[in-house]
């Protein structure tokens, strides 16, 4: 069985403005729209269109977080996820943490691809995929905006600061995806009628023998600097003479 | 035990990126650190007389490797999680060659990382932005735990030169993993200033709407000396290559000046230019939220507007 395992997190919406609340404990999530995170959704796009060329078999997404999750791992059952897997936990893990339940996963799947976004946006860690890839003492391509297969291999090509790098891979491999690598489906209603009857299995920390230690402790939220507000000009020649006024010209 | 800092080189080879200087600045607010910088390159000769002037740095390690010819994140995690042991912390820029690589020594160490740092409140204490940098968060590491940090480059200044720290090799004492190979890179060279350094950037939205229209914005950042920047929206469209991309999934810039036009200002769009010294906005639409954020907002039509300032900067 060719096998994808994809990633999944849960996330504040895209759309949604962001807000820490008055006592720097968190920001505000209550009655946000949650979603799942953007790159983890072109990720499973991605392992769709392998599957559908013929290149894998099945793909099963997975995600590591409390009970309300379940809607968004619906959501990937019903853009075409096989199954889906459902770590369930209450205290949100560290990266290293969220790396070491997949290594886990791994094991059990044994998958020939692990597809996951590049980053999380709400805590823009950007860190589990390389994670996983070093305890698993496999490949890593980052940022990925195109992967071709070939036998036993991958062909990735890369957005870096410095344009596009192409790297090869030996499979299995860890890749992270980046927006440009495809747009995802949109979900239709017979798809999510079939997605309630697609298996849902529900894993606990315990179960997969994992006690996870944090190493990194919040002490304050607190929002961003703010820029004052600015000034209005009528034409081109006021704005050069503003700009000339403070030295920037 | 004092702070005692390992910093990852990141160069293309003959000359040092910027950013290194950067992470040395990050490293040197933290007190009484000491500060090492490692390089990993075929040829190290030159990097390492360049790492050796940047003030605060007290010593360079050089690891020279044929696989470091290229920047294979497998291959150099292996390497400094093997020379590691003895530093307290190990930094590395939040540019893609940092993203890529420091998590994997981080995972290879069993230890935490903290991404993005923008402020360092004391050897355990650090500030990061999330949420595309609509919330800040200040962050403890616990129980005397390895720091691997990556610097988020936009908050620092480069330090100096004129320091003269002691060069000494590093033996290449792992064997590189074979999993992984280079095959290419698109090497989009220009003479233009490069977008991460410049001082001046002129940027542009969907609002260009061809490629060929995009041009015009390089005619304005050529008589103004300034990089070229792009939305998203551009970028996907085509107008732009990727790497102009400025943003929460692109470049993460502070320039002097920040020119956006025909760009709405979507938060993500907003994250990337958060440190400008003075934003400039020319947008069509009064309501756009990138006036917001703007020092000078100009209404009025681009293909208007930019003719016009190239005219009168003659
Ligand atoms: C996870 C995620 C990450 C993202 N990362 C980034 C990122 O890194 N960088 C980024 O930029 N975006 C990013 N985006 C996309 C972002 O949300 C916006 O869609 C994008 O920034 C919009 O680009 P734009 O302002 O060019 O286009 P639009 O929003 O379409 O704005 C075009 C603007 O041009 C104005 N205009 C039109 N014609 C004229 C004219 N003739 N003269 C003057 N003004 C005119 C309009 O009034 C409008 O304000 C991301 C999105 C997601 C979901
Ligand atoms: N709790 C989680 N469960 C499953 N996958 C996750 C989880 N957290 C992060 N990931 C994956 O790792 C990627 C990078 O996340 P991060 O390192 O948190 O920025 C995400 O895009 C997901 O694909």
Redesign the pocket.
Known sequence: MKRILVGIKRVVD?NVRIRVKPDGSGVLTDGVKMSVN??DEIALEEALRIKERGAADEVVVVTVGPADCQPQLRTCLAMGADRALHVQTDTPLEPLATAGVLRTLIEREQPFLVLLGKQA?DDDNGQTGQMLAALWDRPQATFASKIELTEGKAQVTREVDAGLETLEVDLPAVVTVD?RLNEPRYVKLPDIMKAKKKPLDTLTLESLGITPRAQLKTLRYEPPAQRSKGVRVNDAAELLAALKHKGLL | MNPNILIVAEHDGRTLSVATAKCVACATTVTDAAVTVVICAADATDLAQQAATLAGVGTVLTVEHPVHAHPLAAAIAAQIAALAAPYTHVFGPSSTFGKDLMPRIAALLKTVQVSDIMAVESATRFRRPIYAGNAVLTVEVLDGAQVVGTVRTASFQPVAGGGSAHIEAAAPVVEPPHHTRFVSVSAARSDRPDLQSAARVVSG???LGSAENFQLLYGLADTLGAAVGA????VDAGYAPNEL??????KIIAPELYLAI?????I??LT?IKDARTIVA????PD?P?FEVADFGLV????EIVPQLQKLLG
Do not use: C, E, M, W
Not at chain 2, 245 to 250: A, D, L, M, S
Not at chain 2, 262 to 266: D, E
Not at chain 2, 282 to 285: C, L, V
């Open positions: 895209y953007p790159f946006i927006l | 939205g969907r609002a939305s998203r929206a551009a991309q400025v943003g929460q999934t692109g025909g760009i709405s200002g979507a993500q769009h990337g020319i947008n069509k639409d756009a990138i009025g039509d681009l293909f």
